[in-house]
């Protein structure tokens, strides 16, 4: 009767740990945000173990059902397409279900988007401030005007459909001598980083539309 959230890579197949493929292979469930996503990294890695869907469309359906299956003394695994559970991820609801059920819980170390952006950003990470992806449009400009007194360094996810219009829209509202590095495909071939002025920044990827996965680091408001 156990629930481990297990990390996966966010590129490089490589960046999972032996631990991690170890407690895949040996639990009864893995349960996966995209079958057909996880299903290549379980086929690398010669994991058996029988997967069942678990995404933000149905998590709130299935965790009761869950749940009395941990009860009954079967072992879960829960993996995201990439990255660490819950974390801009599925995987809080049932999480909370199961500290409430008095389900033992164990999260693995493993790879997170957002820190090796942070660590190559250069901006200052003893401090710092993780939001995510934005609100799409309610409350979007609300939660700008309250970010951009933030002085801690903010890092937020991002589409790279939107990229140019969220750097804009941090000119707007930070101003555009913020400092600011931007990480596309972290770990896998075509990775990069650009640093510098958000006017710098979003003038680069106006003239190169960007594509991949994007982590967004912004330096916090100076004194």
């Given at each position: 009767m156990k629930l481990y959230l297990v990390p996966t890579p966010i590129g490089n197949l490589e960046d999972i740990t032996f631990r991690a493929i170890k407690i895949l292979k040996k639990v009864t469930v893995i349960l996966a945000e995209d079958t057909r996503i996880s299903g290549k990294l379980l086929k690398h890695y010669a994991i058996e173990t029988p997967m069942q869907s678990h995404h933000m469309h149905n998590e709130h359906k299935k965790i009761a059902g869950i749940i009395n299956s941990l009860k009954s003394g079967e072992t879960f695994a829960l993996i995201s397409d990439a990255g660490t559970p819950a974390i801009s991820d599925p995987g809080f609801l049932l999480t909370r279900?199961?500290?409430?059920?008095?389900?033992?819980?164990?999260?693995?170390?493993?790879?997170?988007?957002?820190?090796?952006?942070?660590?190559?950003?250069?901006?200052?990470?003893?401090?710092?401030?993780?939001?995510?992806?934005?609100?799409?449009?309610?409350?979007?400009?609300?939660?700008?005007?309250?970010?951009?007194?933030?002085?801690r360094t903010l890092i937020f996810y991002e589409s790279p459909y939107k990229l140019v219009k969220t750097l804009s829209q941090f000119a707007t509202y930070f101003?555009?001598?913020?400092?600011?590095?931007?990480?596309?495909?972290?770990?896998?071939?075509?990775?990069?980083?650009?640093?510098?002025?958000?006017?710098?920044?979003?003038?680069h990827y106006t003239n190169n539309p960007p594509k991949g996965e994007i982590v967004i680091v912004v330096a916090g408001k100076s004194n």
């Amino acid at each position: 009767m156990k629930l481990y959230l297990v990390p996966t890579p966010i590129g490089n197949l490589e960046d999972i740990t032996f631990r991690a493929i170890k407690i895949l292979k040996k639990v009864t469930v893995i349960l996966a945000e995209d079958t057909r996503i996880s299903g290549k990294l379980l086929k690398h890695y010669a994991i058996e173990t029988p997967m069942q869907s678990h995404h933000m469309h149905n998590e709130h359906k299935k965790i009761a059902g869950i749940i009395n299956s941990l009860k009954s003394g079967e072992t879960f695994a829960l993996i995201s397409d990439a990255g660490t559970p819950a974390i801009s991820d599925p995987g809080f609801l049932l999480t909370r279900a199961c500290i409430q059920n008095n389900i033992e819980i164990e999260c693995l170390p493993g790879a997170t988007a957002f820190v090796p952006a942070l660590v190559n950003s250069g901006l200052p990470n003893d401090k710092f401030v993780f939001e995510g992806f934005l609100p799409p449009k309610k409350g979007r400009q609300t939660k700008l005007n309250f970010l951009a007194e933030e002085k801690r360094t903010l890092i937020f996810y991002e589409s790279p459909y939107k990229l140019v219009k969220t750097l804009s829209q941090f000119a707007t509202y930070f101003g555009v001598k913020r400092q600011v590095s931007v990480s596309r495909e972290i770990t896998k071939l075509y990775e990069e980083t650009i640093r510098g002025t958000i006017i710098e920044v979003l003038e680069h990827y106006t003239n190169n539309p960007p594509k991949g996965e994007i982590v967004i680091v912004v330096a916090g408001k100076s004194n």
